[in-house]
């Protein structure tokens, strides 16, 4: 019997060796310096424990009365704590019901005229609209004025990487020609391709999803969900205009389509490991640029079925994309005011189609983002311009959540000439998708013990404010 119990305390400390090995082999490639002197330290003393099982052996120490019972509560003790952390603990059902789940009063449909990139991008002094808006919300024109003033990001004066980001902002820019490209009414709104003479291709909701969902994922899409549209979540009025169309400011959007489909593309660990600095808008533009490409695709592929659709992306929302993403089961809204997903974390950036084209729509997930980001609060801490909530969720709008400070957060990006991406940086959510940080992201979206395990972990490994990581050779700001 003792044998017995001695082989399987040995394969459980080879197993944890090894995935202490592998821990440390993954902090190196992720070239965390801190991380690996701990995960290396961690590594030697699981391997201590089974070369000192083989050296208690060897002297017979399990033999006695003693040993027996240390085995014996070793392995009581161990595989307590496995299903400690393994087991379903601390489950949120209210997440299953997407964002109704979140809802504690009216719901008041979201002007976009009051976003601060669409005031910042459109609304310039002399035009007719800007007199119109600021007569309206004087509180906002003071700020926004003395924000045009300093320059918005990329690389403008004060940038914390001039005069070598340069070349950065000129790869950024290189990327945003795409959606600019692709933000006129023919593209985001497609016509049926005229090989196909106005026929409707008539599909089973069950085929069409399937269809959509691998044409999404074959295009560059990482995730892909579908959800019946909550109009709460239409933007009550244009406020974005490109193209001079002018026509369109203050318009009430309304929309028939009754189906989005939501997709998300990864932004690149290694550029957003360097933020705040020029690189990491290199990541952030490449995937709008990426999901106006996937997202005008997946329109005209949908229109082409005979089909109304519409792309929204980076040029051209008619929706906010994060609350149709929670609804089609991509994830949950964290602390940062982000999608937070599973297999990226805050990492993504997110395209959408609405259609008419009948589908059937995702449940919402629980991925355990509430529980962890009550625990976490790294992203706030690490806020430079605090405008991320330190506290518990609040009413804002009708639904509980957490409320970004968007107007302090874009004055930031001013000031930097970058657009952060800080608080994405430091999730513990955004580490790299390797096999040891895809077990941790298994183990936290199930426990709520697990949560508080890594996320301490988190801290000691990587720092409470990690500092950013070197840039590629490619992308370097300290030449």
């Not at 999404?216 to 979540?233: F, Q, R």
């Not at 089909?307 to 008619?318: G, I, K, P």
């Not at 982000?338 to 990492?347: A, H, I, N, V």
């Not at 991925?367 to 976490?376: A, L, M, R, T, Y």
Request: with cysteine; proline share 5%.
């Amino acid at each position: 019997m003792i044998s017995i119990l001695f082989l399987i305390a040995v394969a459980a400390s080879i197993i944890t060796a090894i995935m202490g090995l592998s821990f440390l082999i993954s902090c190196i490639w992720e070239k965390e310096t801190r991380a690996a002197l701990y995960a290396g330290l961690q590594f030697l003393l699981m391997l201590g424990l089974v070369f000192l099982l083989f050296y208690l052996e060897a002297t017979a120490f399990f033999e006695t009365a003693t040993g027996r019972a240390g085995l014996i509560l070793g392995l009581v003790l161990t595989g307590g704590t496995f299903a400690l952390l393994t087991l379903r603990i601390g489950s949120n059902p209210q997440a299953l019901q997407g964002t109704r789940g979140l809802m504690v009063g009216n719901v008041k449909r979201y002007d976009e005229r009051d976003i601060v990139f669409a005031r910042n991008r459109t609304l310039s002094p002399g035009l007719e609209q800007y007199q119109a808006y600021y007569e309206l919300h004087p509180e906002h024109e003071q700020y926004d004025a003395a924000r045009r003033k300093r320059g918005g990001p990329l690389g403008k004066p004060g940038s914390i990487d001039k005069p070598q980001d340069r070349p950065n902002v000129a790869a950024t820019l290189a990327s945003l020609s795409i959606p600019l490209h692709l933000s006129t009414p023919e593209k985001f709104n497609p016509s049926q391709h005229p090989e196909f003479s106005q026929q409707r291709v008539e599909l089973s909701p069950a085929s069409a999803s399937a269809r959509i969902k691998g044409y999404t994922l074959s295009i560059g899409a990482k995730l892909v969900g579908i959800t019946e549209i909550n109009p709460l979540w239409i933007y009550a009025n244009r406020g974005e205009i490109f193209n001079e169309n002018w026509d369109d400011w203050g318009r009430e959007i309304e929309l028939t389509h009754k189906y989005a489909v939501v997709f998300a593309t990864e932004m690149g660990f290694e550029l957003v490991g360097t933020a705040p600095h020029s690189s990491t808008t290199i990541a952030s533009m490449a995937n709008y640029a990426s999901g106006a490409f996937i997202a005008t695709q997946l329109a005209a592929f949908i229109a082409n079925l005979g089909y109304s659709a519409t792309a929204n992306h980076l040029r051209h929302y008619d929706a906010a994309l994060v609350p149709l993403a929670v609804d089609a089961g991509l994830g949950e809204t964290g602390r940062l005011g982000y999608l937070m997903t599973k297999d990226f974390g805050p990492r993504v950036r997110l395209g959408a189609v609405t259609t008419d084209l009948a589908l059937i729509p995702d449940n919402p997930v629980d991925i355990g983002v509430e529980d962890f980001c009550k625990i976490c609060k790294k992203c706030a801490h690490c806020c430079p311009s605090n405008s991320i909530p330190l506290d518990d969720q609040e009413a804002v709008n009708g639904t509980r959540r957490w409320k970004l400070n968007a107007e302090t957060c874009f004055d930031y990006w001013g000031k930097v000439g970058t657009d952060c991406n800080i608080c994405m940086r430091v999730c513990p959510w955004s580490h790299a998708n390797t096999s040891p940080h895809k077990l941790i992201r298994t183990l936290i979206t199930r426990n709520r013990y697990s949560r508080y395990l890594f996320n301490s972990m988190d801290d000691i490994f990587y720092g409470r404010k990690p500092k950013p990581k070197p840039a590629p050779e490619w992308a370097r700001f300290d030449e």
